[in-house]
């Protein structure tokens, strides 16, 4: 699934594409259920004519900001990809969306698993949206204090702590997993537990992970792509993620994989030890 770093290359390599283009039809829209709201009529109506005046992120979600105070905001989910494309490109079977711009080219929206969703906001909308989610990891509201106040108290694992999009925005299960290990932190203590002495370390990392990423274009290690359609190097740079049975840089002990709230986890057992170890 897309999380916080390929969201945000996939606006930053749509920004320059579309921003100041204009909306002149659907295309193509044979997934209906994909668009969450407005009524797909009214959806259809509205987005029609509509010019690009910004595109940013909000946690996994991609907003692309219309005027007449109107936010498409995007969720690729698992296998979304958000790709510009010529006049001359054939949409293919797992293209559900296809939006026309005033200048010949289109915005395809391609879903292999049909899991992405689409909402045409209004600003009561988005604020909704917004807050509905945790600070953003990579902003000022986020320091190592608020993390702090985040784990305190709290007996949910650590590991999904970080995926909860309620307490911090944009952590998927990739980069939880990259975070810990730098931070030498076992995924299954109690968030509660935590030391202190370790929340700054925790802190530095997940913002170390998510800038790498970032700079490194995103992981591809399925469908994902930004809207060039260009795959990201960071799967090249994984210290633990999809490495089990592979040597930990750091101490030499085999990775292993365990599944947490129904998620693949990747940890090293001798640098990431349980408090009772």
Known sequence: MPELPEVETVARSLAPQVVGRRIVAVEKLDWERMVETPDLP???????????????????????????????????????????????????????????????????????????????????????????????????????EDLGRILAGRRTKLKPLLLDQSLIAGIGNIYASEALWIARLHPLIPAGDTPAAQVPALHAAIRQ????????????????????????????HFRVYDREGAPCERCGEPITRVVVAQRSTFYCPGCQRLMAD
Do not use: C
């Open 42 to 144: 009214d959806f259809l109506a509205l987005i029609v004519g509509r010019q690009v005046l910004s595109v940013g992120r909000r946690a996994k979600w991609l907003l692309v900001t219309l005027d007449a105070g109107w936010t498409l905001a995007i969720h690729l989910r698992m296998s979304g990809n958000l790709i510009v494309r010529g006049p001359e490109a054939t949409p293919d079977a797992h293209t559900h969306l296809v939006l026309a711009m005033d200048d010949g080219r289109r915005i395809f929206f391609e879903d292999q698993r049909k899991f992405g969703r689409v909402r045409l906001l209004g600003p009561e909308g988005l604020a909704h949206l917004d807050g509905a989610h945790g600070p953003e990891p990579l902003g000022d509201t986020f320091s190592a």
């Open 209 to 236: 992970v998510l800038e790498e990423a970032i700079a490194n274009q995103g992981s591809s290690l399925r469908n994902y792509r930004n809207s060039y359609g260009e795959r990201g190097q960071n799967q090249d």
